[in-house]
């Protein structure tokens, strides 16, 4: 079984930073990507960066620039580092990711439970 576990949220004024975390457990064989999607009420849940095994990352638009995606290979985990925090950031963060587990040789998607996020102004 596989979980993903997220912790980082809270709440910080704009302008503020925080860092999300992500650590993919269980039994794991492969993680093609990871990323960070997030949700306010009544909206579709929104990409908001993604990273791939090699490296590769991906950003929408409005957090170019003040987001960074990193990953740690060894560590199955993923981080979200958020600076120049805006209110219209706040939301609750999910974690991502693609990822195979032994035996069965397709990729599925797993979810974590999600972070609250919430930016003053």
């Known amino acids: 079984q596989v979980q993903l576990v997220e912790s980082g949220g809270g709440l910080v004024q704009a302008g503020g930073s925080l860092r999300l975390s992500c650590a993919a457990s269980?039994?794991?064989?492969?993680?093609?990507?990871m990323g960070w999607y997030r949700q306010t009420p009544g909206k579709q849940r929104e990409l908001v960066a993604a990273?791939?095994?090699?490296?590769?990352?991906n950003y929408v638009d409005l957090v170019k620039g003040r987001f960074t995606i990193s990953r740690d290979n060894a560590k199955n985990t993923v981080y979200l580092q958020m600076n120049s925090l805006k209110p219209e950031d706040t939301a609750v963060y999910y974690c991502?990711?693609?990822?195979?587990?032994?035996?069965?040789?397709?990729?599925?998607?797993?979810w974590g439970q999600g972070t609250q996020v919430t930016v003053s102004s």
């Open positions: 991502n990711a693609v990822l195979k587990v032994p035996v069965i040789n397709k990729a599925n998607t797993y």
């Open positions: 269980g039994s794991i064989f492969s993680i093609t990507a």
């Open positions: 990273i791939t095994s090699d490296g590769s990352t």
